[in-house]
């Protein structure tokens, strides 16, 4: 892998959440417990496999998505000419443009989620070379209306049940808040971080491989409880807070929380209460 394609695709990943669209309502949560596989893709990067018409789709999962999308190559398989413009922007500030299809319905562990309209965005063009190819991104916004675990050790997503969703809150549950962006079309989930002077919200970015990120504007004004240049006494929700290597960066956000984090255990987010 070439270091200008490497970090290409690095910059790709944190924030597709450039620009969600809405799908049709979610409706009721699973009678049972699902269990959706994560494969291992690049670093702690993982995919998973959804299903079109029966043929098998190879999704990168990406909670910092935003939206979740399918590249232009499977938009003209389906005889699609995306349309329009929806623009956003990537953690550092920069200005992301997708198109978009009418609608598309993909089926996850034999789930199926509608989206209306659904982004287009060619992904693979960001990609190195020598990494599979996908068939778009799943993001959190195919999750609305539920209660999901992020079960990073575990290879797995879980979409719970009502019978099984307060209890998995209670053991690995961490508030969260969306930002919809100025168009109310966006879905990114952020998390409270004890901060010096009052909360602060990074995002949950499992699309970010480089650690945890934090605004140089926070480092600047010592927003942050830090144990070294380089650590901060990071608290997430009600968890204890944990001695925690960070990286500055300009971002136009507070931080992010990348796989670094998710690999500490599941972390389960309660999506219910936000509806398209």
Not at 22 to 28: A, F, R, V
Not at 68 to 93: E, H, K, Q, W, Y
Not at 166 to 176: C, F, H, N
Request: charged letters at 20%.
């Amino acid at each position: 892998m070439n270091s200008r394609s490497h970090v290409a695709f690095l910059l790709l990943l944190p924030l597709l959440a450039a620009c969600g669209i809405p799908q049709e309502p979610p409706g009721e949560q699973p009678g049972a417990d699902l269990a959706i596989a994560l494969t291992p893709y690049f670093r702690d990067l993982r995919t998973v496999t959804a299903t079109l018409g029966g043929d098998p789709l190879t999704l990168l999962f990406d909670t910092g998505g935003g939206a979740t999308l399918i590249t232009p190559a499977l938009a003209r398989r389906l005889g699609c000419l995306p349309s329009g413009r929806d623009v956003g922007f990537r953690m550092d500030g920069e200005r992301v443009a997708f198109q978009r299809c009418d609608s598309l319905t993909l089926s996850v562990s034999g789930w199926p989620r509608r989206f209306r309209p659904i982004a287009v965005f060619d992904v693979n063009a960001l990609l190195p070379a020598e990494l599979p190819r996908l068939d778009g991104v799943l993001a959190l916004d195919a999750f609305r209306g539920q209660v999901l675990t992020l079960d990073w050790p575990g290879q797995r997503l879980v979409v719970h049940s009502a019978g099984t969703s307060e209890s998995a809150l209670r053991g690995a549950g961490v508030p969260v808040r969306v930002a919809t962006g100025e168009s109310g079309r966006f879905f990114s989930v952020f998390a409270p971080v004890a901060g010096r002077l009052g909360l602060l919200w990074f995002l949950i970015d499992s699309g970010n491989i480089r650690g945890t990120l934090v605004d140089r504007e926070v480092q600047r004004d010592s927003l942050l409880f830090t144990g070294s240049d380089s650590t901060v006494a990071l608290q997430v929700g009600p968890r204890a807070a944990v001695p925690t290597a960070v990286q500055y960066a300009t971002l136009i956000l507070d931080g992010v929380l990348g796989t670094a984090f998710l690999q500490r255990g599941p972390l389960t987010i309660d999506l219910r209460r936000f509806q398209p």
